[in-house]
């Protein structure tokens, strides 16, 4: 996928201004933000569990490359190959190099943001091979040649009837207006890629050290068959998803789910644990498991390690009012939301998408949300930080946080000023006690007025209050 991350602001107001896509947004809120409140309300363990899952992400993190050593040795003893790949090049010459090895004509795919990341549709197509994407969503996106908008649902930004008139045209069917019957359509249309592909590629939720299986959830099942029906199964995933055992699986899985959709249970857990073996009735004859760093290995033992944790649910993105308005495509790469305002700058160059860990109104949300407690405001924090360090960010705004600083560090000088800002800002409310522009941040105002303050500062009333106290006693 091509960066457009840079272009963060444009995108966004442009999203603003969709009507389809802000109705679409607004109907996909309600059914993730209550579907995961109901869903933790009944679970009763929440906070345990999820404590618990942190620290499992965060053994498994500070025993990474033990890890994936076990991992690796487990994997290749049940007939898997594993490789390494550095970087996205890298990732998608193996899986090109696999594919021409083997004669592979058709690729059948289930949902990988790995491969997003790593452009591997685009160099499989460049090569000659077809690659049908089977996730639903997925592959309502490859009809309308667009990325995924979100990392667990790709399609939420669309409206049922874009994908009836989508259908039309790629099946040439009479048009649809149900969804099951829709989905019936495209299982059919799945059915004949899935019985004829030479390979299957998919992602993988986590990689399991103990066993050396990867394990993939779905609630389409189509995993299941991209993994076992064609002659050759290819994982590609990163190397941050490794985790030590079943059991630490078990803690992870009851949350996924929760998080992701409020379903308490997955639909499908695909569990693939080496090659076909004498006996087995089905199953792959190849296994290869392609591990991807691709600036996983930045993050480790850095001020932001704890973002590796992440279990991809998506929780953060639905429960942020910066994604809920602007939608996924507004980030400009494969991770929108929270998680991508941290994950796309530290990946892809902080001065590729600067705008992205100021896309935040700090509501701490995300970070109420997330399974595995990863302070996500104060990630984006940290690189506001780097920005401001490194310069990235204009002059102007730079100036202004190097005064901020002076000022916050001086209490005699903060009082005096924050004493003529709250009656000037009283001054600017006028008789309705509403400022319509404030110099330097009139994108705020252009949409919102600003209740004017009493003209007194904070210090100012707490004292007064306590005089008055002790006046009565
Ligand atoms: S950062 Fe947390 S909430 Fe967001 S996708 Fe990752 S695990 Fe889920």
């Avoid at 996928?1 to 896509?21: G, H, P, T, W």
């Avoid at 059914?31 to 942190?54: I, L, N, P, Q, S």
């Avoid at 994604?323 to 507004?330: E, K, L, P, S, T």
């Avoid at 000022?407 to 004493?419: E, G, N, V």
Wanted: proline letters at 5%; one cysteine or more; aromatic letters at 6%.
């Amino acid at each position: 996928m091509q960066i457009q991350s840079m272009f963060f602001k444009k995108r966004a107001s442009e999203k603003l201004d969709d009507a389809i896509l802000q109705g679409n947004m607004k109907r996909a809120k309600g059914k993730f933000v209550d579907g995961r409140a109901k869903a933790v309300a009944e679970f009763g363990v929440w906070e345990e569990v999820r404590t618990h899952a942190a620290k499992v992400r965060d053994r498994a993190l500070a025993n990474l490359d033990a890890y994936l050593v076990e991992f690796e040795r487990n994997a290749v003893r049940r007939g898997a190959v594993v490789h390494w790949a550095e970087d996205a090049e890298e990732a998608c010459a193996i899986i090109a190099g696999i594919a021409a090895k083997n004669g592979v004509r058709k690729v059948t795919k289930s949902k990988s943001m790995v491969s997003e990341e790593v452009n591997l549709n685009e160099r499989l197509e460049a090569a000659g091979v077809q690659v049908v994407e089977t996730d639903l969503g997925e592959y309502i996106l490859q009809l309308a040649h667009e990325p995924p908008s979100h990392i667990v649902a790709p399609a939420v930004h669309k409206s049922k009837e874009q994908v009836a008139e989508l259908f039309v045209r790629a099946h040439g069917k009479p048009r649809l207006t149900e969804i099951p019957a829709m989905t019936r359509e495209a299982r059919e249309a799945l059915r004949d890629h899935f019985l004829t592909a030479d390979m299957g590629i998919s992602g993988s939720n986590f990689v399991i050290a103990e066993t050396g299986t990867t394990l993939t959830v779905t609630n389409e099942g189509n995993a299941d068959m991209v993994t076992t029906l064609p002659r050759i199964h290819v994982v590609i995933t990163g190397i941050e998803k490794v985790i030590g055992t079943l059991e630490d699986f078990a803690t992870l899985i009851r949350l996924l789910p929760r998080s992701a959709i409020g379903q308490s249970i997955t639909n499908y857990l695909t569990l693939t644990t080496g090659v076909k073996m004498p006996g087995d009735t089905d199953g792959p004859e190849q296994m290869h498991i392609v591990l991807v760093d691709a600036g996983r290995t930045k993050l480790v033992g850095s001020d932001l390690q704890e973002m590796l944790r992440c279990i991809r649910c998506g929780a953060c993105m639905n429960h942020c009012p910066v994604y809920q308005n602007v939608g996924g495509h507004a980030y400009g790469w494969v991770y929108p939301g929270p998680m991508g305002s941290i994950l796309t700058p530290v990946y892809v160059g902080l001065e590729n998408a600067g705008d992205l860990p100021n896309a935040a109104t700090f509501c701490g949300e995300c970070a109420v949300a997330c399974p595995v407690k990863i302070p996500l405001p104060d990630l984006m924090r940290k690189l506001r930080e780097q920005q401001f360090d490194r310069k990235l960010r204009p002059w102007s705004e730079r100036m202004v946080i190097a005064a901020w600083g002076f000022t916050a560090t001086r209490p005699a000088l903060y009082a005096l000023l924050s004493r003529i800002g709250a009656r000037v800002a009283r001054w600017m409310g006028g008789s309705e006690g509403l400022i319509h522009w404030l110099p330097g941040i009139d994108g705020w105002t252009k949409g919102r007025d600003m209740p004017a303050p009493s003209g007194r500062t904070f210090r100012e009333m707490y004292r007064q209050k306590r005089s008055g106290a002790s006046h009565g006693r």
